[in-house]
């Protein structure tokens, strides 16, 4: 990149477990195998050994890379994200073999907004109270729908895609949704009027699609799972804007008898020009 080739600014961050315990005891779980790396790129990494939280929460380990710059052999400008949790356990109620959240953006000078790809992002043999619980991954097509141009024209030309979008996030149906199951879906409100629903620039998609088990005391609301006598669990949460997306892997309301939050597997990427031509 040459001196006088306007300035790229990058964003690159993940995080592989944060939260905290309310009851019965408190406890914070600091930010565990955080990376990240400054708005003029780099490159970095984390780990976080083995964690046993009072038999409450626990994994085996925990990684993350984060990594930002200008490939000058291509002339792209590119951005990583990946966080990596494995062996994860809540009470023994929840436990997941591996999680690992994953963004790539790439940059092209002739492209108007990068192209960022959540290839990678899965999460491996969730089970619930020893029940396997099946994940179908959404994360091929938007690999495929890599822009947020490409989201908007999909949806308005794909009626399938359209559908299926309107029924995973609950768009326009709050009153199917009971009301502490709200705040998961943020489309709850919007009527659809043929253009992809949008916040300032942004929408809010899910990155998986869970089959419901029909098992006594687990019920299944679009990509939230009640779980009785523990909480709640949001699966896959995918951000999207022109610049950047975010991935939200797995979100933990614990609300009876333990209490706390914890989020699981959070990686952002992207960027863009900051000076004019």
């Known amino acids: 990149m040459t001196d006088d080739q306007p300035r790229f600014h990058y964003h690159a961050h993940a995080l592989a477990l944060q ?29 976080a050994d083995a964690f046993n939280l009072h038999e409450v929460v626990s994994h085996r380990g925990a990684r993350s890379r984060t990594e930002a710059g200008h490939n000058p052999k291509t002339d792209q400008h590119y951005a990583v994200a990946h966080a990596v949790l494995e062996g994860f356990n809540i009470s023994d109620v929840v ?34 109270a020893g029940h396997p619980i099946e994940l179908v991954p959404l994360t091929g097509m938007y690999h495929e729908l890599d822009t947020m141009q490409k989201v908007r024209d999909h949806y308005k030309t794909n009626a399938q895609f359209r559908d299926e979008f309107h029924r995973d996030a609950f768009v326009g149906k709050e009153s199917e949704l009971p009301s502490k199951k709200h705040r998961f879906f943020p489309w709850r409100r919007h009527k659809p009027n ?42 896959g949460e995918l951000f999207i804007s022109r610049d950047e997306r975010r991935v939200a892997m797995l979100h933990v309301d614990m609300g009876s008898p333990q209490e706390g939050n914890l989020s699981l597997g959070i990686v952002c990427s992207g960027g863009g020009q900051t000076d004019p031509l």
């Open 19 to 47: 939260g905290e315990i309310t009851h019965p005891f408190s406890a914070r779980l600091e930010p565990q195998a955080p990376s990240a790396v400054s708005p003029f790129g780099g490159f970095g990494t984390a780990r």
């Open 95 to 128: 436990t997941v073999d591996r999680i690992s959240a994953r963004l790539v953006a790439v940059h092209s000078t002739r492209q108007e907004e990068p192209s960022i790809s959540p290839h990678g992002s899965t999460i491996e043999n969730l089970r619930i």
């Open 194 to 235: 043929g253009e992809l629903p949008e916040f300032r620039g942004h929408t809010i998609v899910p990155l998986f699609r869970i089959v419901d088990p029909k098992i006594p005391g687990i019920e299944v609301h679009g990509t939230v799972i009640e779980i009785h006598n523990f909480g709640r669990l949001h699966v």
